[in-house]
């Protein structure tokens, strides 16, 4: 899986990008079809705590994006939220059958 990590407006350690691969990469044992994950980090107000932002998504070919955003004091804690609610939206999608779309064919007869 190819990880890009993207820092808006300051730069991403060595130490924090190695984290994020790590735990990012891992989400592909749950679905060998994403591809690639697209990382973007921020700070959102210096002055206070609960500041960094992380988002993660997932592209998968002839799949649903898959999404995860989340604030907290380090952006490993974000990372680790993400990663988690990217993991049970993967499983998820396990579970239940593909959704399909309009393409499915035209309704059964309705009897009131």
């Not at 790590?22 to 206070?48: C, D, F, Q, S, W």
């Not at 499983?91 to 959704?99: I, L, V, Y």
């Amino acid at each position: 899986m190819e990880v890009r990590i993207k820092a808006i407006h300051f730069e991403a350690t060595e130490r924090l990008n190695d984290f994020i691969v790590k735990k990012v990469e891992k989400l592909g044992k749950y679905n060998e079809a994403v591809g690639i994950a697209e990382v973007v980090l921020k700070v959102v107000k210096p002055e206070t705590a609960m500041n960094k932002e992380a988002s993660v998504k997932l592209l998968a070919p002839q799949r649903e994006d898959l999404f995860a955003s989340k604030v907290a004091d380090t952006f490993e804690e974000a990372i680790d939220n993400c990663v988690d609610a990217l993991k049970r939206q993967l499983e998820r999608g396990r579970r239940e059958p593909a959704r399909r779309g309009p393409e499915r064919g035209p309704e059964p007869p309705h009897h009131p």
